[in-house]
């Protein structure tokens, strides 16, 4: 196993968050972007080097140095926008209709319960999720305990392994955090497991936005229950869970930590590049994910934003990202270059060591080895210090 960095400390949470400020943000800059045009035509937008994220385009189409959190900022509102060009763009507030939470089943687990649920994440559309919750907190007496989003990888049982019932142990994360003393909740990922929301006709442009959008009103969730510390979680996923632990902390900064475990490398170097899986309905551009990325097929360095720039949007987080060296579907030498990119962002917010990659020597999988590590990462983010 390789460990390239270690873990800091993390700053104060961003207050009062709602994706309508992550709408704002963009629509203030399609708006500066008009004025411009109505002035001297906008300038030419250009593709920055991922490998340097410190340089951004100015309002004069000039680059520039990444010298302030500000300059960085600029950056970051320009990568927003490209993303969510792709994969939609988050809703208004206004879609956030009442929770509505159900309780389907219930299971006494000794340490702590199992809840099967259901909630209305939006008009028209309930999301099935498992709530694990400590014994501990059900009683009337109960304080505040930590709570973490817990992510599945692709599987056709949903979440179910990641909370115990199923034979691999290494993605059995859910549970053992639930042991731990976590409140945790796993919810099912548009698709699989038997939810089946229709995406076109409830108006999403792909199964990633939608994801993002159900995993942010987990938070809500968790955010609305008594027994919880609201407004400050982890997320944690492997594979698929993996790149969506860091989809949902890149739009809502409730995230104050993240655990990926082979989730991500560069779209240049997923599965070697090779152009038959960046057709549509194959790899990343199944409707399920992004099915407008099947248009950069043979262009695959043109695509307008990247997971150098996504984990970069992370800082000052503590962030594990956690690449098997035989990881058969992502590139560990890509989250190299990935994590040496992003580094000097975190080191822009005075959080260098707050980014680390391991490798472990294992395929594609959520190492027993690691659960402890990632765990220990959580509980220092989450559970007051004594």
Not at 224 to 236: C, D, F, H, N
Not at 312 to 326: E, F, G, S
Not at 337 to 353: C, K, N, Q, S, T
Request: proline share 8%.
């Amino acid at each position: 196993m390789r460990l390239l960095a270690s873990r800091s400390s993390f700053g104060n949470r961003i207050a009062g968050f709602t994706f309508g400020l992550l709408l704002l943000l963009i629509a203030v800059g399609a708006a500066a972007e008009t004025e411009v045009d109505n002035k001297s035509g906008p300038p030419p937008i250009r593709q920055l080097p991922r490998e340097n994220l410190l340089l951004f385009q100015d309002a004069d189409g000039q680059v520039q140095p990444v010298k302030t959190k500000a300059d960085w900022e600029l950056r970051k509102q320009k990568t927003l926008q490209s993303m969510t060009a792709l994969i939609g763009a988050p809703p208004s507030d206004e879609r956030r209709c009442p929770l509505d939470v159900k309780v389907e089943s219930e299971t006494d687990m000794g340490s702590y319960v199992r809840r099967r649920i259901t909630f209305q994440s939006e008009s028209g559309c309930r999301t099935p999720a498992f709530l694990l919750i400590p014994q501990g907190a059900l009683q009337e007496s109960a304080g505040k305990f930590p709570a973490v989003l817990a992510l599945h990888p692709t599987h056709s049982q949903g979440p179910k392994e990641m909370v115990g019932l199923g034979e691999s142990r290494e993605r059995m994360y859910a549970k053992e955090l639930a042991e731990r003393g976590y409140v945790v909740i796993a919810p099912y990922y548009p698709t699989l497991g038997g939810y089946q929301p229709d995406l076109k006709q409830l108006g999403w442009e792909s199964g990633t936005m939608k994801s993002i959008w159900d995993n942010s009103r987990c938070l809500d969730l968790l955010d609305s229950l008594p027994y919880v510390q609201s407004g400050k979680y982890a997320a944690i996923g492997h594979s698929l869970g993996g790149h969506n632990s860091v989809f949902i902390a890149t739009f809502d900064p409730r995230i104050a930590a993240v655990i990926s475990c082979c989730g991500l490398d560069s779209f240049v170097d997923y599965k070697a590049g090779d152009p038959g899986n960046w057709e549509h309905g194959r790899g990343w551009c199944q409707d399920r994910y992004v099915p407008k990325l099947a248009a950069y097929q043979g262009r695959l360095q043109e695509i307008p934003f990247d997971f150098y720039e996504l984990v970069a949007m992370l800082a000052p987080r503590p962030t594990m990202i956690i690449a098997p060296l035989r990881d058969s579907n992502f590139q560990p030498d890509s989250v190299d270059r990935i994590a040496a990119a992003a580094r000097p962002v975190f080191g822009l917010h005075g959080a260098a060591d707050n980014l680390q990659v391991v490798h472990p020597d294992t395929e594609h999988t959520f190492p027993m080895e690691m659960h402890e590590p990632a765990y220990r990462l959580i509980d220092r983010v989450l559970k007051p210090k004594s």
